[in-house]
């Protein structure tokens, strides 16, 4: 008889693993299948963006096209430039900003494997405009970051920085290095 209960708890104990490991798999199976379900939903997300767009092309980092009348301007060299106004006289410039929200925040329809580690950013270029340098005591529209020179009141062409378009950039992992071990030169 102490053999046969012996064997029934060994049976028991067994049974028990077994349920456990039965639980496990099956959470593991519900996960799998959850994260699916999330991977399928984004896709259909993102298809639907697509048609819904009429066939005209989907940014991954959405920007918006403005004029804008500026009154001053940065060259290429951070100098900051007065551009040229008479009455109505104004120059116009096409400004691509990022869509205030997405700037920073990760890019759409970059590979999961990546989506973290993706930034929208705004880029800039360069146009020409009609510009004068600024004199010294003129300080109205001056940006601490730019350098003022004394010039002339000469207008001249110049390029100046505009906004240029909102663009998904992606940042390197940085691997954590491990301390390094002492060589065995010197053991």
């Known amino acids: 008889m102490m ?30 299948r959850t994260k699916r379900q999330q991977q399928r939903q984004r896709r259909r997300e993102m298809e639907l963006m697509l048609l819904e767009n009429d066939g005209d092309p989907v940014e991954c980092c959405p920007s918006v096209v403005e004029m804008v009348e500026p009154w001053g301007g940065m060259t290429r060299d951070g100098i900051f430039v007065e551009l040229f106004r008479d009455g109505d006289v104004k120059q116009k ?44 005591g003129d300080h109205h529209h001056h940006h601490s970051n730019a350098t003022v020179i004394q010039a002339g009141q000469d207008w001249r062409l110049d390029y100046i920085r505009v906004l240029a378009g909102c663009e998904c950039e992606l940042e390197p992992i940085v691997k954590k290095r491990n301390s390094k071990k002492p060589s065995r030169d010197f053991l």
């Open 93 to 136: 410039f096409y400004e691509r900003t990022c869509r205030p929200d997405v700037i920073g925040k990760q890019c759409r329809f970059v590979d999961k494997r990546f989506q973290r580690q993706s930034r929208c950013i705004q880029k800039y270029s360069y146009t020409y405009a009609l510009v004068r340098y600024r004199s010294h």
């Open 3 to 32: 053999a046969n209960e012996e064997v029934d708890q060994d049976e028991g104990w067994q049974r028990g693993k077994e349920d456990e490991f039965t639980d496990e798999i099956q959470l593991m199976a519900d996960a799998l």
